[in-house]
């Protein structure tokens, strides 16, 4: 049957790709949950019951355990919350339609935590920071991710000029969780400190008041991270969190959002620390203000949120450049461990053509051979991955190490090596110029025989690589 | 290393990577908001793990998870968009492969970052104000000098010069 000739459509369609496009109306990568939805874990929509087991409790619930006695009389409170604000936005259709085009206002919404701190990677967020007369302008983005114990964990880095600052999250039908590292916030690589807190819990208005806990930032001395040791759950600190609102006007510059309002409320080591954070659905975090005791108040506010692009299929790039369907590949992993894991976003693709197995690089929307002895690969992959604004601090050295792990990783896996582990032997100078790194790895092939060897690196401190060999 | 990705039977993780984009936008447009999309595409693949259909081919799977995400949509009792014919499967299945292709829109969607560009500038200020920064239609009449009612006329003039360039690119490309 011919369908009939409607335009109406077809505008739809162009209205979800422009909602899409320019108003972060994007979709999410529902892998994990679904996983999990499939594997019996309820759904984040549906009220949170308690886990069936301590084992089968994730470890991110803790503001779920704390307050387990209250849960139901806070589910009513919460309950009560969201009824009050579906009667509210009714009344006041003004507030929600400025965030929530296209008349959706009258329909419910989901209460999944997530859907307030959207973390899909390229996603940027410009804020203007105040304090005590001062300004300057923040940029946050969510560079790199890698799966921590099956869970995607998303890095945030912020630049405001001088040496990033790095922090991890993730979002699960539980809330939405930061992941502390032990490293200082100077550092791109997580190693779990043991110390997670669900900073917003799913259903939102469902819990009144939680509590979590995070470790305090540390930062990298100039003369090296090992200094000040590693960050540690006994120097966490406890926070409060209350919810103060679910649907509450705010205005930023001309822009009027409808905010999750959370008050958190801990205790630093300058003295006692109130914090106030407003999400809005679909952006993330558009107001911050952090006011500890006798201190001037540091505000910061939402000035563009340019949401994640469109991510094609992985697959689909690569099958485009190879131009050949159905033909074998397969993905490298990074483990989480690994220097490139967080710092590459780039991913690998090994393909076998006869005898010898090709690399393919897929970078967002484009693939393209990438040859492990030629720097020029290196270089194109640096300028794609935008090293250079985070040339400080500790990115040096692990996007440095990084590159070269990952040409030892290539190394083995073109040569039908199983298994990469470090050697023995790791140097790093890091210099005005430039950052120089030398790693010993060993490569054990399939018939368990080891091969030693030796990766040098070099990048110079505006992201640029110049070196990156293996001596056998 | 990870399991192969490109291969004929398609595991429940490959399914999901490659065919969860396609079912959102999908539901997004027959009328549900982005909450209710990602509700209604996990439900869909949870009924594919719990009753897969014999063809698991790349169509054929498209075509069931789309079949899956209307019937979901509809026992939500929801209104579907204007114009999108929600009680006609075939009409939806050609309306929904005029515009998203065989590829989830991925072309139409590149079409639009460069049909953007193209705008002269106030139909572009209008449609960025409008989508990106969500603008209300008084507060977007008071930034461009014009009336609320001109703004609608603007933003509906600018979205037919996008439907206008985004189609005149899909059918220059091979």
């Known amino acids: 049957m011919n369908p009939p000739r409607s335009t109406s459509a077809d505008e739809a369609f162009l209205e979800i790709a422009l909602e899409e496009q320019l108003g972060g109306a994007v979709p999410p990568d529902l892998v994990a949950r679904i996983r999990r939805s499939a594997n019996g874990t309820p759904m984040p929509r549906r009220p949170r019951p308690a886990p069936a087991t301590a084992a089968d409790r994730p470890a991110t619930t803790r503001c779920a355990r704390n307050h387990r006695l209250l849960a139901a009389a806070l589910l009513l409170v919460g309950s009560a919350v969201v009824a009050g604000v579906a009667l509210d936005s009714r009344s006041n259709r003004s507030g929600f339609a400025a965030q929530e085009p296209q008349g959706r206002d009258d329909k419910p919404h989901s209460m999944a935590a997530a859907a307030w701190f959207p973390l899909s990677l390229g996603a940027r967020w410009e804020y203007r920071q105040a304090r005590d007369g001062d ?18 964990v998303v890095q945030l880095t912020e630049l405001d000029g001088s040496e990033p600052r790095f922090s991890f999250w993730s979002t699960d039908e539980h ?46 001395p100039k003369f090296g991270a090992a200094a000040v040791g590693r960050r540690t759950p006994a120097d966490a600190i406890d926070c409060q969190a209350t919810l103060l609102g679910v649907a509450e006007a705010l205005r930023i510059g001309d822009r009027d959002w409808s905010c999750v309002h959370v008050r958190i409320d801990c205790t630093t ?10 999400y809005a659905r679909g952006v993330g975090v558009v107001r911050h203000a952090v006011h500890v005791e006798g201190q001037p108040e540091v505000l910061r506010e939402l000035v563009q949120f340019t949401p994640a692009p469109p991510a094609p299929d992985r697959s689909n790039v690569l099958t485009a450049l190879i131009n050949a369907p159905g033909k074998h590949c397969e993905w490298v992993t990074f483990p989480p461990e690994d220097d490139a894991a967080w710092t590459l976003r780039s991913t690998f693709a090994l393909v076998r053509e006869g005898d010898a197995i090709r690399v393919f690089r897929v ?25 250079g604004p985070r040339m400080e601090g500790l990115f040096p050295q ?70 990156v060999d293996i001596q056998q | 290393m990870s399991a192969p990705t490109i291969a004929p039977t398609p595991s429940l993780d490959e399914a999901i990577a490659r065919h969860q984009r396609g079912v959102w936008r999908f539901l997004r447009w027959l009328g549900a908001d982005p909450a209710l999309a990602d509700d209604l595409t996990q439900d869909a693949f949870v009924q594919l793990l719990q009753h897969p259909p014999l063809d698991c081919s790349d169509p054929a799977l498209a075509s069931w998870l789309r079949t899956t995400a209307t019937n979901l949509f509809r026992s939500q ?14 009409a939806l299945a050609t309306l929904w492969r005029r515009n998203a292709s065989d590829d989830d829109g991925e072309r139409y969607l590149a079409a639009l970052a460069h049909c953007l560009q193209s705008l002269p500038p106030t139909p572009r200020s209008a449609i960025e104000l409008h989508y990106r920064h969500r603008q209300r239609h008084e507060d977007l009449a008071a930034k461009l000098g014009i009336t609320s009612a001109g703004v609608k006329s603007l933003l509906r003039r600018a979205r037919e010069l996008l439907e206008r360039c985004i189609t005149n690119r899909l059918r220059s490309e091979p």
């Open chain 1, 363 to 387: 970078f967002g929307d484009h693939a393209v051979a990438f040859d492990r002895t030629r720097i020029e690969d290196f270089q194109a992959l640096a300028a794609d991955e935008d090293f």
């Open chain 1, 175 to 220: 809330g939405v969780h930061q992941h502390a590292s032990q490293g200082t916030s100077g550092d791109p690589l997580f190693i779990a400190a043991g110390v997670h807190g669900c900073v917003l819990p799913s259903p939102l208005g469902a819990e009144a008041k939680w509590s979590w806990r995070r470790l305090p930032a540390i930062e990298l």
């Open chain 2, 77 to 90: 009792h929801r209104r579907g968009r204007f114009g999108v014919p929600l009680d006609d499967p075939d």
């Open chain 1, 269 to 278: 080591k300058n003295g006692p620390c109130e914090e106030h954070v407003w």
């Open chain 1, 398 to 467: 692990r996007a440095t190490v990084g590159l070269a792990r990952l040409a030892a990783r290539l190394h083995a896996l073109q040569y039908e090596g199983n298994t990469v582990r470090d050697g023995k032997g790791f140097r790093a100078e890091i210099g005005q110029a430039a950052a120089k790194v030398e790693i010993s790895v060993v490569v054990t092939d399939q018939d368990g025989k080891d091969q030693q060897l030796v990766v040098k690196a070099r990048m110079t401190m505006k992201g640029v690589p110049e070196q």
């Open chain 1, 135 to 152: 300004e300057r302008k923040i940029t946050v983005t969510a560079t790199a991710a890698a799966l921590v114990g099956g869970m995607p």
